[in-house]
């Protein structure tokens, strides 16, 4: 079958797998787990999960519980889970129809690749491991285009319907296939709909040796509307040879590099990839630049509209809309990428919860610990880490680390020391060298810890005080 073949079939089987969605009744349940949130620089609130290991999940009495938030979601999520599963129930369970403003989403690219997030142990006596890779996704599809075209056709159609009548879909993709996204796009949206093609440049990545060297992405701008928010962006314009023309009625500005008006922003963005030692890196594979998805959340939102992404990876939509006071969601099925989002999203202002869904094997943790609670001080006693992301030929150095000292593998906890049993609220996130809480009195009578290994597996310790 040919690549055409390939996207009119897959927007055939796409939409008719979402008009089956749409009409089934139920949906998979999602609900709070886990809670984060500060009344300072340094207290957190935290996350809500269960230790398989520690404890009976049957014990939890969360299936018959209602989501305690309202249904205009005031509180910024993340998602732990498939995003097409999540936003359905978005959609029939929350009544967020017509209800977003902005969705950015930065799917696979039908690249064949595997990719790896990078992970470093640091034990306690300072020595550190060598720089470990941990699988983050899979963006291995074979020869079959369709399959990932009809994946991404059913989800269009889903984030269309979550969109608000002034809102607008970026899709960030790459040369392997935006030109048959954009044309699934134009049949989903209208092609009246397309607003931009932007050009990303960019000076990382590899070097063609039979083709000039490929520096750019390509983010297709949709709206839902023909009353979409949109903000004109400005930036400089140098001057040919950086002098002042000094025409009439235009004003002109010079800095160091010359003579310069400004214009309305181009469709050709040229922004630096997250460097090495960037203070963004958090060494997920595929990060993108903050300053990325500040033009595209500054150019199609205002302060307080609903901002999500659905291929969360790393966060960073998230991370910018906290701090452009934008509420937002993010979904990802990856634990590398959730533990990732939670540790960065508790550095940003404001409030954020973890969803789960309600049942299921894949929401269970995957990694047991033990903590020891002695004279009001809580303690890291061992974890017993899930590996089934390390490469193999990085295990004998892991396993090394763990025989020493298996906390040196926890990424960070938090600790409910009045636990309800429904949902994990915490006051601070502990990692690095600090690995002790304070567990006050207060007259609790459950304790409740949960955290995350290097490698993303998730894990839960209890005690009855």
């Excluded at 047991?368 to 390390?390: C, M, N, Q, Y």
């Amino acid at each position: 079958m040919n690549r055409i073949e390939a996207l009119l079939q897959a927007m055939r089987s796409g939409t008719e797998n979402f008009r089956l969605l749409m009409n089934e009744e139920s949906c998979s349940p999602f609900t709070a787990r886990e809670r984060y949130g500060f009344s300072g620089p340094d207290a957190w609130d935290a996350d809500s999960v269960r230790d398989g290991i520690q404890m009976e999940i049957a014990q939890i009495a969360a299936e018959e519980e209602q989501d305690p938030d309202p249904e205009d979601m005031p509180v910024s999520r993340i998602a732990s889970g498939d995003n097409l599963e999540y936003m359905l129930w978005l959609l029939k369970a929350k009544g967020m129809k017509g209800k977003i403003q902005l969705i950015y989403v930065d799917p696979p690219f039908f690249s064949n690749a595997k990719y790896q997030a990078s992970v470093q142990i640091q034990g306690a006596d300072g020595t550190k491991s060598p720089v470990l890779k941990v699988g983050a996704y899979d963006d291995k599809w074979g020869n079959d285009f369709e399959e990932y075209l009809r994946m991404l056709v059913v989800r269009f159609l889903v984030m269309k319907e979550l969109l608000s009548d002034t809102g607008s879909l970026w899709v960030h993709l790459d040369w392997h296939g935006a030109h048959y996204v954009k044309m699934m796009l134009d049949e989903i949206f209208g092609h009246e709909r397309f607003i931009n093609e932007i050009a990303w440049t960019y000076k990382s990545g590899g070097a063609g040796r039979r083709s000039f060297s490929r520096k750019h992405d390509t983010l297709l701008f949709y709206s839902k509307t023909e009353n979409y928010k949109f903000h004109p962006l400005r930036e400089k314009s140098y001057n040919r040879e950086g002098k002042p023309y000094r025409f009439k009625g235009v004003e002109e500005f010079e800095d160091e590099h010359g003579w310069y008006t400004m214009v309305n922003m181009k469709d050709v963005w040229s922004i630096d990839m997250v460097g090495r030692t960037s203070s963004e890196r958090t060494g997920y594979a595929t990060q993108k630049p903050e300053k990325l998805l500040e033009r595209i959340i500054e150019a199609c939102s205002d302060e307080g509209d609903l901002c999500a992404d659905f291929f969360a990876g790393t966060g960073t939509m998230g991370a910018v809309c906290a701090e452009k006071k934008r509420p937002w969601i993010m979904c990802d099925e990856g634990e590398v990428a959730v533990a990732g989002q939670i540790l960065r999203l508790c550095g940003h202002p404001g409030r954020f919860q973890v969803e789960r869904k309600l049942r299921g094997q894949e929401t269970l943790p995957k990694t047991g610990a033990e903590f020891e609670l002695k004279d009001g001080i809580l303690r890291p006693v061992r974890i017993r880490p899930d590996l089934s992301l390390v490469r193999q030929s990085d295990r004998e150095t892991v396993t090394g680390f763990l025989n020493r000292d298996s906390v040196d593998l926890i990424h960070f906890w938090s600790v409910d020391p009045d636990y309800d049993g429904v949902v994990h609220e915490a006051e601070r996130i502990i990692k690095g060298d600090e690995m002790y809480a304070e567990v006050p009195a207060r007259g609790a009578r459950r304790v409740h810890v949960t955290g995350y290994d290097l490698f993303g597996g998730r894990f839960e310790w209890e005690i009855q005080k």
